[in-house]
């Protein structure tokens, strides 16, 4: 494994100090954020039809199906910093290692993200933008997101968009998210999100050529307790995904021409550990603190091992 584990602490322990080093005012802006380390297990499947035609002939047909197990280690940070006028800065920094059963792949998932926002005492409106990697391909994000605050409620939406620098591909995303508070350590969230995207590239120069079409419906539930009298909370998560998608191809000359259709699932459970910087508990964290997430289906979380829509 890498030294991904430390990148997130380190970088957000930077951002903070250099955020706290800002423009003395009557009324001192808040510092706040955390740190956590996690590991994951998933599982993932896919099942498609082919259809293809052969030098003009066909069409003729083919089933596939095949499926994969995953692990994962890694740690995020966030550093935020709120102003008395409700303006605020966050930055989150996650890495993690991971290693799919089949052909017993590695790779590394790296994200960096900074929002900015307006928060009063019932909600919050913001924009943040990010950066990522996954193994070598390296992704944007740009987005919106919106928080509403009712008693023990938190309702949390975002829409973003991504683009890659491989493949041509990009997406559209969209999340909802409710957070509700048993009492102020004890939180469950729950979350559901549907991201659309296309690709299209082209292999041995330009002589093969490829473009299709990807959905990703994903879901989440999430428990999380904050030990008394520590800063400290432990949490465990699950993240579901389903992936319709088809892909035409064909050839230079034409020999070939086919076009796959069929979707992919996958399965993943987290459980990890985080520590608190001047939280006193989760819903003042979420009223005042670090509560923004980074939802790109490229390199955020719940494509810590499969990648986008599942898959890779």
């Known amino acids: 494994m890498k030294s991904n584990y430390l990148k997130a602490a380190l970088l957000v322990s930077s951002a903070a100090l250099a955020l706290s080093a800002g423009p003395a005012s009557a009324t001192p802006p808040v510092l706040s954020g955390y740190v956590d380390a996690w590991g994951a297990l998933g599982n993932s499947s896919y099942s498609e ?150 690709y299209s590239y082209s292999e041995d120069g330009g002589y093969y050529h490829y473009n299709g079409h990807v959905a990703n419906w994903n879901w989440t539930l999430r428990a999380e307790y904050m030990l008394a009298d520590l800063p400290v909370s432990i949490f465990g998560e699950y993240n579901g995904t389903y992936s319709p998608y088809h892909e035409h191809y064909d050839e230079e000359d034409y020999y070939y021409v086919g076009t796959y259709r069929g979707h992919e699932q996958s399965n993943l459970f987290m459980v990890g550990v985080r520590l608190f910087l001047n939280q006193q508990d989760l819903q003042t964290n979420d009223r005042t603190g670090a509560s923004l997430e980074d939802f790109n289906p490229w390199t955020g979380k719940t494509s810590t091992i499969f990648g986008y829509g599942g898959g890779d």
């Open 49 to 198: 039809n082919e259809t293809y035609y052969e030098d003009g002939d066909g069409p003729y047909f083919n089933h596939n199906h095949d499926s994969e197990n995953a692990n994962s280690l890694g740690a995020d940070g966030r550093a935020n910093i709120q102003w008395d006028s409700g303006f605020g800065i966050q930055l989150d920094a996650q890495g993690s290692d991971f290693k799919v059963s089949h052909d017993s792949y590695t790779g590394q998932m790296n994200d960096l993200a900074a929002h900015f926002y307006q928060r009063s005492d019932d909600m919050l409106w913001g924009g943040f933008a990010s950066v990522g990697s996954d193994t070598g391909t390296r992704y944007g994000t740009l987005g919106l997101e919106f928080q509403k605050y009712c008693n023990q409620w938190t309702f949390y939406a975002q829409a973003s968009w991504s683009g890659g620098d491989r493949y041509g591909a990009d997406s559209w995303n969209f999340n909802a998210q409710a957070r509700y508070f048993f009492n102020p350590r004890f939180l469950l969230t729950a979350g559901i999100g549907y991201d659309t995207g296309t």
